[in-house]
C-alpha cells in the first residue's frame, strides 16, 4: 500500500493529520479505524477531508517517522 495523508480542516494540532497505508476497496468511500475519529474531530455528519500523496521516497518516509497513525494513537505528541 501506498501511504497518505488525511487532514480534516482547520488543522487545530498534530492529530488533525495523519498518514495511513492505502488500501483499494470497491466503491467510492473512504473507510479509517474509529480510534482515529477523535483526533480528526469527524462526526459523520458531511465531514470533508483532504488527501495528500506523498510522491518521493524522501517524503514518503518523513511521513512515515512524523505522522503515522498507530504511532500517534499513544504517544502523539512526541
Known amino acids: 500500500g501506498h501511504p497518505v495523508l488525511l487532514n480534516k480542516t482547520p488543522t487545530l494540532h498534530i492529530l488533525g493529520i495523519q498518514t495511513f497505508q492505502l ?3 470497491e466503491g467510492c468511500a473512504t473507510c479509517f479505524h474509529l480510534l482515529v475519529c477523535t483526533g480528526f474531530n469527524v462526526d459523520f455528519d458531511g465531514d470533508q477531508m483532504v ?7 524522501e517524503a514518503q518516509a518523513e511521513v512515515h517517522l512524523l ?12
Open 23 to 25: 488500501i483499494l476497496v
Open 51 to 57: 488527501v495528500h500523496v506523498p510522491l518521493s521516497l
Open 67 to 78: 505522522v503515522f497513525s498507530h504511532t500517534n494513537l499513544l504517544h502523539p505528541y512526541i
